[in-house]
């Protein structure tokens, strides 16, 4: 109790005012309060000030969906370095006074570079640090409220789980991302992940997924930048198809899809715009080589995916290690198989 309202208790006790110099204390306060009105909204426009202007975080996402476009072509080590610059610009703006919408928009450019950060992480073969990163930026999306950041999270679980053989585990990472994700972009390589993973154990039903997925794919809207990351359109989809078919033995689908993805990743001049995705349709065409009998072919093919370029190391060691596995099978004794191998063991 203030100092005023004891001196009003005692002061009605001793007169024995029945209340009356309480009340009439509390009225006192209550009026000088009324003389200030603008203090409740002087504490909530406080709140709402921010030094982080709507153009300068308007600048911020543009410059983060650049990075995140970049991702598929620029240099690791380099591009993690610049997340990081950013991510710590990020920081600094939410250690100066921000208001609630301004915080929630730097949590969510928080989350999106740390889930850019991961994935280059994991590229570079840097599994731990990886798993730190995707557990810091799922943290910032459910603090922002933000499913698609969430979502991402699941799918770097069911990524990295997938690359390390561990299939149920990424089956069931893919599933809960689904029913966070709210049938945003990251849905759909979440359901290709699942499927991805369910192939490896040798599960069916993975046609009616794949048709569940393109039926997702077909209501979102086209993305504005589909060289993002983190958006999916059909060109994208279709190299995650293609693993699936690889997998199902569907050779005609995964050649077509292979052949597709090509096409719409190098240019005429012969520049890789998705050094990746090619690498990867590369290894296919050498797993489809091997199975119409052509080893010299297979193990071409293979020999070229693994060659040069943008590379997520732990991704194509694993297909790779794949194509090794079928063709030790189907050619036994073979040198050629063993030149592969050797290479592999290299990489």
């Known amino acids: 109790m ?4 004891e001196l009003a208790r005692v002061c009605d006790e001793a007169l024995r005012a029945k209340g009356e110099l309480i009340a009439a204390a509390k009225a006192d306060t209550v009026g000088r309060l009324d003389e200030t009105p603008w203090q409740t909204a002087e504490l909530v426009q406080r709140l709402q000030a921010s030094d982080a202007t709507p153009q300068t975080l308007e600048s911020l996402r543009a410059t983060i969906e650049e990075l995140c476009c970049q991702y598929n072509r620029r240099d690791a080590l380099e591009l993690r370095r610049e997340a990081h610059a950013w991510l710590q610009h990020v920081g600094s703006l939410l250690r100066r006074p921000v208001g609630l919408k301004a915080h929630q928009d730097l949590l969510v450019a928080g989350g999106w570079l740390a889930l850019l950060a991961g994935c280059v992480e994991y590229d570079l073969g840097m599994r731990s640090a990886a798993e730190s990163t995707r557990t810091a930026a799922m943290q910032l999306g459910l603090e922002a409220g933000h499913p698609e950041i969430a979502g991402w999270g699941h799918e770097m679980t069911a990524w990295f789980a997938l690359t390390q053989g561990r299939y149920r585990q990424a089956a069931e990472a ?3 991302g689904q029913a966070v994700a709210q049938s945003s972009s990251v849905h759909v390589q979440l359901i290709a ?3 991805k993973a369910r192939a490896r154990m040798g599960e069916s039903g993975l046609h009616h997924l794949l048709e569940v997925g393109r039926e997702l794919l077909d209501h979102l809207p086209y993305p504005d ?3 993002n990351h983190f958006k999916i359109d059909p060109a994208k989809w279709d190299y995650y198809a293609m693993d699936v078919h690889r ?9 077509e899809y292979a052949d597709a993805v090509i096409r719409d990743n190098v240019t005429p001049g012969g520049t890789e715009l998705s050094p990746m995705r090619v690498s990867e349709c590369r290894l296919t065409l050498g797993f489809l080589a091997g199975r119409e009998g052509d080893l010299e072919q297979a193990v071409e093919w293979g020999k070229t995916g693994l060659r040069g370029g943008r590379q997520s190391r732990l991704h194509l060691q694993m297909i790779a290690g794949e194509l090794g596995r079928e063709l030790r099978h189907d050619y036994p004794g073979e040198g050629l198989v063993g030149e592969f191998e050797d290479l592999l063991h290299g990489f």
């Open 174 to 176: 893919a599933r809960s």
């Open 225 to 227: 930048r589909p060289d």
């Open 247 to 255: 997998m199902a033995g569907d050779n005609d689908l995964a050649k």
């Open 2 to 5: 203030k100092a005023n309202d």
């Open 193 to 195: 992940q699942e499927a």
